[in-house]
């Protein structure tokens, strides 16, 4: 279901907490790992913080050090924390296996490593180049999902499944973007500086989607599975193919919300 009302952190954290609690009755297995993740905590950034740093935790970086880090990036910046709970609803409005908060929010790593990505991109701008790149280089182990922390990416961006997804260093994905498993947003060559895809709102990009060079994707386009884009996407057209054409328009104005993976 498509909803076009803003959520509120509040609102988001009182659902979760409330399907956190009726989940621990009903498979009291759960309950401590539901107990540690969520329900200890006062807050959505707080639990936030703690699904992050537990998986981002290694041998050699203890996980308290990793919550303090995010939940200072979250303290400075209040947009990564809106930004995540926009992510999150992305996930319920479009995801037709998302009946919940619970489920991205504990075990989605599109939506974990976008979060990752948040956090790094903080540090980046810091200035706090290195540990950013530490984030970078666990989460790509941790969730197959490789974000550099310098691309910019907006908020409700829906990253499903997650699986191979690329963005590189200077990629730009607006609102409302949705991707599937397999999107690259590449580099062409060895050349250096802005040389990464322009993603505008409301862009679908289906599963295994190549978007290669220093090239639009216009607000409302949808790109096919598997399709290899090497030149600019005109706004509100359906590109396919290898190399990527246009094979149609899409029925809506925003494919990401309808998710719709036919060609029109």
């Given at each position: 279901?498509?909803?076009?009302?803003?959520?509120?952190?509040?609102?988001?954290?009182?659902?979760?907490?409330e399907?956190?609690?009726?989940?621990?009755?009903?498979?009291?297995?759960?309950?401590?790992?539901?107990?540690?993740?969520?329900?200890?905590?006062?807050?959505?950034?707080?639990?936030?913080?703690?699904?992050?740093?537990?998986?981002?935790?290694?041998?050699?970086?203890?996980?308290?050090?990793?919550?303090?880090?995010?939940r200072?990036?979250?303290?400075?910046?209040?947009?990564?924390?809106?930004?995540?709970?926009?992510?999150?609803?992305?996930?319920?409005?479009?995801?037709?296996?998302?009946?919940?908060?619970?489920?991205?929010?504990?075990?989605?790593?599109?939506?974990?490593?976008?979060?990752?990505?948040?956090?790094?991109?903080?540090?980046?701008?810091?200035?706090?180049?290195?540990?950013?790149?530490?984030?970078?280089?666990?989460?790509?182990?941790?969730?197959?999902?490789?974000?550099?922390?310098?691309?910019?990416?907006?908020?409700?961006?829906?990253?499903?499944?997650?699986?191979?997804?690329?963005?590189?260093?200077t990629?730009?994905v607006?609102?409302?973007?949705?991707?599937?498993?397999?999107?690259?947003?590449?580099?062409t060559?060895?050349?250096?500086?802005?040389?990464?895809?322009?993603?505008?709102?409301?862009?679908l990009?289906?599963?295994?989607?190549?978007?290669?060079?220093?090239?639009?994707?216009?607000?409302?386009?949808?790109?096919?599975?598997?399709?290899?884009?090497?030149?600019?996407?005109?706004?509100?057209?359906?590109?396919?193919?290898?190399?990527?054409?246009?094979?149609?328009?899409?029925?809506?104005?925003?494919?990401?919300?309808?998710?719709?993976?036919?060609?029109?």
């Open positions: 279901m498509i909803s076009t009302e803003p959520v509120t952190s509040d609102f988001v954290w009182q659902s979760l907490r399907e956190a609690q009726n989940t621990a009755e009903n498979e009291p297995m759960l309950a401590p790992f539901l107990q540690q993740c969520i329900l200890s905590h006062d807050s959505f950034g707080d639990a936030l913080c703690c699904v992050l740093s537990s998986e981002m935790a290694a041998p050699l970086m203890a996980q308290k050090d990793i919550f303090v880090t995010f200072d990036a979250l303290l400075a910046d209040s947009n990564i924390e809106l930004s995540a709970i926009a992510d999150i609803h992305a996930h319920v409005d479009r995801d037709p296996a998302s009946d919940s908060y619970l489920c991205p929010f504990l075990y989605y790593k599109g939506y974990h490593a976008l979060q990752v990505y948040r956090m790094a991109n903080w540090l980046w701008k810091q200035g706090r180049e290195s540990i950013a790149l530490f984030f970078q280089g666990r989460a790509s182990r941790e969730y197959d999902v490789d974000i550099h922390p310098a691309a910019t990416i907006g908020k409700a961006v829906m990253i499903d499944h997650g699986s191979g997804v690329v963005i590189g260093e990629a730009v607006e609102d409302d973007v949705s991707m599937l498993h397999g999107v690259t947003l590449g580099g060559g060895k050349q250096c500086g802005d040389r990464h895809p322009k993603i505008r709102r409301g862009v990009l289906s599963a295994g989607a190549r978007i290669l060079g220093n090239i639009e994707v216009g607000e409302g386009a949808k790109v096919g599975a598997s399709s290899l884009v090497l030149e600019a996407v005109p706004p509100h057209t359906t590109y396919a193919g290898v190399p990527a054409k246009q094979v149609g328009k899409p029925h809506s104005a925003s494919p990401a919300f309808s998710m719709n993976q036919d060609f029109e």
